[in-house]
């Protein structure tokens, strides 16, 4: 029998697994679940609340690589007003979900991923912070280590707060939907409560806020379940019309605008040909749009990588050998892209366009229930 970890966040995150197999986890009673287990967890003190109102520094480690971030309440108004910018369309279904889940728990869980152009200023203050001794300090299952530095004392509150009221804009890296719930939920607060001032804690949401050197894109790779029709040697010819093909050293890309395709055994390296794509859109020039247009559409009539069944997205954290293993499990096809930089997801959010689906993989993830936001009291 497993053993039942019951003071798990899993248990108010996805509170379905408290409730019968099968449940549909849109019932309301899952969401009921969540926040009587979310109230368990501060009734049993495994949750407290700091006696004093300011920010977290939450640093990641995994490996070599390094983040430290801000943790506090980003502004619904200026997310609504485009300070906050979005690369992302997002599904009412998984809004209404979100919006249930916070109203249900009357807390944010789970943090927004924002990030901003590095500012030397904000550099200082933080890493002096971080040259102190760390309130909390562990390593997670999966190997990523977490540190956190509580940030209550009023000078330091200020001079964070100076330096990000220097920074023009932030950009939602990760969590579209959750910042879309918050908007949700502040507009159905507001309107209900005839006293609204602006300054209630249903005006922000959670979020903690990187510089944009310090964050870590893997590649989000495809994989097609089959060659529409075409003999390994047609597939390879209608490649060639855009793509200069060759045998490939190792799986990865080495620069943009070239991808690793594994077929029938073998690792092709592809390049995209000039004038295939257009150099100076933000949007169509990514590499997964130049995959999209000149080769999954095109050559294999994967028309909406959205909803068609026979492409699929394998994050970079699993690596090329996840690919190779869909492969000999029986997919046709599998590509690996070369990561979509930080400088291109905020130069589509500049230029308020969407990015393509499964664009970008962040690593590490945010922890969720390592640190909640109440919305009330």
């Given at each position: 029998m497993?053993k039942v970890n019951?003071?798990?966040?899993?248990?108010?995150v996805?509170?379905?697994i408290?409730?019968e197999p099968?449940?549909?986890?849109y019932d309301?009673?899952?969401?009921?679940k969540?926040?009587?287990?979310f109230?368990?967890l501060?009734d049993?003190?495994?949750?407290r609340?700091e006696?004093?109102?300011g920010f977290?520094i939450?640093?990641?480690?995994?490996?070599?690589?390094v983040?430290?971030?801000?943790?506090a309440?980003?502004?619904?108004?200026e997310y609504?007003?485009g300070?906050i910018k979005?690369?992302?369309f997002?599904?009412?279904?998984?809004e209404d979900?979100r919006t249930r889940?916070?109203?249900?728990?009357?807390?944010?869980?789970?943090?927004?991923?924002?990030?901003?152009a590095?500012?030397?200023?904000?550099?200082?203050?933080?890493d002096?912070?971080?040259?102190r001794p760390p309130?909390?300090?562990?390593?997670?299952?999966?190997?990523?280590?977490?540190?956190?530095?509580v940030v209550?004392?009023?000078e330091?509150i200020?001079?964070?707060?100076?330096g990000?009221g220097?920074?023009?804009?932030?950009?939602?890296?990760?969590g579209?939907h959750?910042?879309?719930?918050a908007?949700r939920?502040r507009a159905?607060r507001r309107?209900?409560n005839?006293?609204h001032?602006g300054?209630e804690e249903?005006?922000?949401?959670?979020?903690?806020i990187?510089?944009?050197?310090?964050?870590?894109i893997m590649?989000y790779?495809r994989?097609?379940r089959?060659?529409?029709?075409?003999?390994e040697?047609a597939?390879l010819?209608r490649?060639r019309?855009?793509?200069?093909?060759?045998?490939a050293?190792?799986p990865e890309?080495e620069?943009p605008?070239?991808?690793?395709?594994?077929l029938a055994?073998?690792?092709?390296r592809?390049v995209?040909r000039?004038g295939?794509?257009?150099?100076?859109d933000p949007?169509?020039?990514?590499?997964c749009?130049?995959?999209q247009?000149n080769?999954?559409?095109?050559v294999l009539g994967i028309a909406?990588?959205r909803?068609?069944k026979?492409?699929d997205?394998?994050?970079?954290?699993r690596g090329?050998q996840?690919?190779?293993r869909r492969?000999?499990?029986?997919w046709?096809?599998?590509?690996?892209?070369?990561?979509?930089?930080?400088?291109?997801?905020?130069a589509v959010?500049?230029?308020?366009k969407?990015m393509?689906?499964k664009?970008?993989?962040?690593e590490?993830k945010l922890?969720?229930?390592?640190i909640v936001?109440?919305?009330?009291g």
């Amino acid at each position: 029998m497993t053993k039942v970890n019951v003071l798990s966040f899993l248990h108010v995150v996805k509170p379905e697994i408290d409730l019968e197999p099968g449940i549909d986890p849109y019932d309301p009673r899952v969401y009921d679940k969540g926040g009587e287990n979310f109230r368990s967890l501060i009734d049993r003190g495994v949750l407290r609340r700091e006696e004093r109102p300011g920010f977290y520094i939450y640093q990641q480690r995994m490996g070599d690589h390094v983040q430290a971030g801000v943790v506090a309440g980003a502004s619904v108004d200026e997310y609504e007003a485009g300070l906050i910018k979005k690369h992302e369309f997002t599904r009412p279904d998984k809004e209404d979900d979100r919006t249930r889940h916070v109203n249900a728990l009357n807390a944010n869980t789970g943090p927004v991923f924002l990030t901003y152009a590095a500012s030397e200023p904000l550099d200082r203050v933080i890493d002096g912070i971080r040259e102190r001794p760390p309130e909390y300090d562990f390593t997670s299952d999966d190997g990523i280590g977490h540190t956190l530095w509580v940030v209550s004392e009023p000078e330091d509150i200020a001079l964070l707060a100076a330096g990000f009221g220097a920074v023009p804009h932030l950009y939602v890296a990760d969590g579209h939907h959750r910042s879309a719930a918050a908007t949700r939920v502040r507009a159905m607060r507001r309107d209900a409560n005839p006293e609204h001032r602006g300054d209630e804690e249903y005006n922000y949401f959670l979020a903690v806020i990187f510089p944009h050197d310090q964050m870590k894109i893997m590649a989000y790779n495809r994989v097609a379940r089959d060659l529409a029709g075409l003999s390994e040697e047609a597939f390879l010819e209608r490649v060639r019309e855009r793509f200069e093909i060759s045998p490939a050293e190792v799986p990865e890309p080495e620069h943009p605008r070239s991808f690793g395709m594994f077929l029938a055994g073998r690792w092709h390296r592809l390049v995209a040909r000039p004038g295939s794509f257009p150099e100076q859109d933000p949007v169509e020039s990514l590499d997964c749009a130049i995959l999209q247009n000149n080769l999954l559409q095109p050559v294999l009539g994967i028309a909406d990588p959205r909803t068609d069944k026979r492409v699929d997205f394998v994050g970079g954290i699993r690596g090329t050998q996840e690919l190779e293993r869909r492969c000999r499990e029986g997919w046709a096809v599998a590509f690996a892209l070369y990561p979509t930089s930080i400088g291109q997801l905020m130069a589509v959010a500049d230029a308020g366009k969407v990015m393509p689906p499964k664009s970008t993989w962040f690593e590490p993830k945010l922890r969720s229930g390592l640190i909640v936001r109440p919305l009330e009291g």
